[in-house]
Each structure stands twice: as structure tokens, then as C-alpha cells.
């Protein structure tokens, strides 16, 4: 069993679609992280979120928006994408700035874009 | 920037074998922390092993233990009595103190399978 949970598992979606990606976590962490993770390749940091604040976005492309409603939740808002875009999605939390916790990860959404 | 370099893409031992995994790291820092994720077909990223930069004693958790060169900025990985559900993905992570909010920094993982 997971602490992070992830939905969808799967999700395919043609180039036109909207869909969102959903991240939940329990246990008071307040840093939470999206991450891309293509096959046989280690995961890319996307976008930190900490204490409900957007502390890191690295680079990605605007048709990926993050959202953070609370500290419990995370969001990843898809819109207009490639199909260079189909990887797995992973949500991570932590205790946040200034712990030493490590990263707990969820299960990960398998995203196909057709 | 850190770097964090396993140099093994892949790896196969047989069953109830012990096996070593390499990985080096480059950084400038003095405070850190180092992990070993494991990540089976079943995708979730699952923390083996976690070295504080600041201790000398090697952590050891069941069959998992590592060995921590800090002057050579080496971290390996080893697997005692190794079984089939050992095989995954298995990546080097590296992470700041106090850089909990930064994420981790991942080697490229090596695929390691145990042959029954």
C-alpha cells in the first residue's frame, strides 16, 4: 500500500483533450512534487510545491499547469499535449524545507497521448 | 549542480547471491543525503536505504546495506541473499540537507534481475 495515492492509473487522451492528473497524500507532509518518468529513464523533477506555494518549476512547457488546492492535494492540469508526452507521472511528498525526509512516491499515472 | 552516475545499466545474479550496486555522485556540499530507490514493474518508487553524509557508520537495513566512501563520493548498494523479488529498477538519489523542498537528484538507475 501506498501513502500517496494517484488517479488515475491509466489515462489516454488525444492531443485536443483536457484532462487532470490527481495526487493525495496523509501524512502532513507540506512539499509535494510532480515528476516525469519515461521508460528505462530515471524521474524528471517538473514542479515543487511548498507549503501551497509553487517554489520550482523546471522548464516544463505550459500545456502542463500544476495546482496545489491544499496541502493534502495535487493537481496536474493537461491541456493541448504531444504525444512526446506519454510517460508515467509521478506525485512525491515530504516533510518539506528544512527536513531531511526522503521523498515517498506514489503509484503514478501511465499517461498515453494519441 | 550535483551529478549522480551508476555506471551498470544492467545487472543478473542468480537467486540467494549477493550483488553490488555502483553508484558515484559529485558535489560540492558537505551536507547531504543519499538514497536507493527500488522500482518494480509495478511502477511505485519504493525507498530502500537512506545514508546521512554526516555519519561514518554505513546504514543497514535486512538484506540492504551500503557502502559509504565519502572522500571518493561513493555509495554502493549491497543486496544479500538475493531474491526474485529483488528485481527492479534500483536508482541513486541525492538530496541536500535541509533540501527537502528542492527533490531529488537520480542517477540513471540500474536494471537489476535475479534469476531463479
Known amino acids: 500500500d501506498t501513502e500517496v495515492t494517484q488517479t488515475p492509473k491509466h489515462l489516454v487522451m488525444g492531443m485536443t483533450n483536457k484532462k487532470s492528473l490527481k495526487c493525495e497524500q496523509h501524512m502532513g507532509h507540506r512539499a509535494m512534487y510532480w515528476y516525469k518518468q519515461k521508460a528505462k529513464k530515471p524521474p524528471e523533477l517538473m514542479f515543487v510545491y511548498s507549503y501551497e506555494k509553487l517554489s520550482i518549476n523546471e522548464s516544463v512547457p505550459s500545456r502542463f499547469s500544476p495546482e496545489c488546492p491544499n496541502s493534502s492535494l495535487l493537481n496536474l492540469h493537461l491541456h493541448a499535449l504531444q504525444p512526446e508526452d506519454s510517460a508515467l507521472y509521478l506525485c512525491?511528498?515530504?516533510?518539506?524545507?528544512?527536513?531531511?525526509?526522503?521523498?515517498?512516491f506514489g503509484n503514478g499515472t501511465r499517461l498515453t497521448v494519441t | 549542480a550535483q551529478t549522480v552516475t551508476q555506471s551498470q545499466p544492467e545487472m543478473s545474479v542468480q537467486e540467494a547471491e549477493t550483488v553490488t550496486l555502483s553508484c558515484t555522485y559529485d558535489?560540492?556540499?558537505?551536507?547531504?543525503?543519499l538514497f536507493w530507490y527500488k522500482q518494480p514493474p509495478s511502477r511505485q518508487m519504493i525507498l530502500v536505504i537512506r545514508?546521512?553524509?554526516?555519519?561514518?557508520q554505513n546504514a543497514t537495513e535486512n538484506r540492504f546495506s551500503v557502502n559509504f566512501q565519502k572522500a571518493a563520493k561513493s555509495f554502493s548498494l549491497k543486496i544479500s541473499d538475493s531474491q526474485l523479488g529483488d528485481t527492479a529498477m534500483y536508482f541513486c538519489?541525492?538530496?541536500?540537507?535541509?533540501?527537502?523542498?528542492?527533490?531529488?537528484?537520480f542517477g540513471k538507475g540500474t536494471h537489476l534481475i535475479i534469476q531463479p
Open positions: 545514508q546521512e553524509a554526516y555519519k561514518q
Open positions: 512525491a511528498s515530504s516533510q518539506g524545507q528544512g527536513y531531511d525526509s526522503p521523498l515517498h
Open positions: 538519489a541525492f538530496m541536500y540537507s535541509g533540501g527537502g523542498a528542492d527533490g531529488l537528484t
Open positions: 558535489t560540492s556540499e558537505s551536507n547531504y543525503y
